[in-house]
């Protein structure tokens, strides 16, 4: 789940589950009828064969509209961590409304995380260790100065920094490619895809400490800024 989250308190037409056959494992957004943009690190390797969708419901397990997958398209830059963004292109289109991508935001613009990740701050959970119904969280962009990464540093150019340190609260494992969006009138646009939790420098003196999704930052691809990528690979296959 979102750690420190709530249960949806709305329709999300364009919120998408990415599923094999252990169920749940990244969640999307639906930008166009037929393709969602994710994490590239979750699928990139993968089959699109063995890839399902549930889009548009709270629930990981019932309803919406399940749909398979026709095509993954992994940005092509070699350093993932800072290009961390994909397309999946779905087998039929849906009906389902998509969610406009947004211009870049500023620190302090209000936003929401989506996802059905991890319940605790582990680098592993199982499937029976998720929410059954999609969780909500407000946050907002950060500067990225407050989001520090000892392994892979954040990229300005590509990426959001966001989370809820004081309240313990943001993304965690399982909420990987999942929404950061900013709400404008009714609906919501996408700002960012969840890639990854920020990793703190150690102490001096002590060792470097796992991820840890309550007291480290979230750290989104920001979606805006690869707009240019993302038309030119519907446009290519359209």
Known sequence: ?????????????????????????????????????TARHCVEGKNPADLQLRIGSLRKDQGGTVRGVERLVTHPESDTATHDIALVRLDQPVTGAPVPVDVRQPAGTPTRLLGWGCTEPGQTCGEE????????????????????????????????????????????FGDSGGPLLRREGTGWKLIGAFSRVEIKPPDPGQPSEPPNCRSGMGIYTDVPAHQEWIDGVIASTS
């Open 1 to 37: 789940m979102i750690i420190g989250g709530s249960d949806a308190t709305e329709p999300y037409s364009f919120m998408a589950s990415i599923q094999n056959a252990g169920g749940h494992f990244c969640g999307g957004s639906l930008i166009t009828g037929d393709w969602v943009v």
């Open 129 to 172: 260790s998720t929410p059954t119904v999609l969780q909500q969280l407000d946050s907002a962009v950060r500067e990225l100065s407050a989001c520090t990464n000892e392994v892979t540093p954040l990229d300005p150019a590509s990426e959001v920094c966001t989370g809820n340190p004081e309240t313990r609260a943001g993304a965690c």
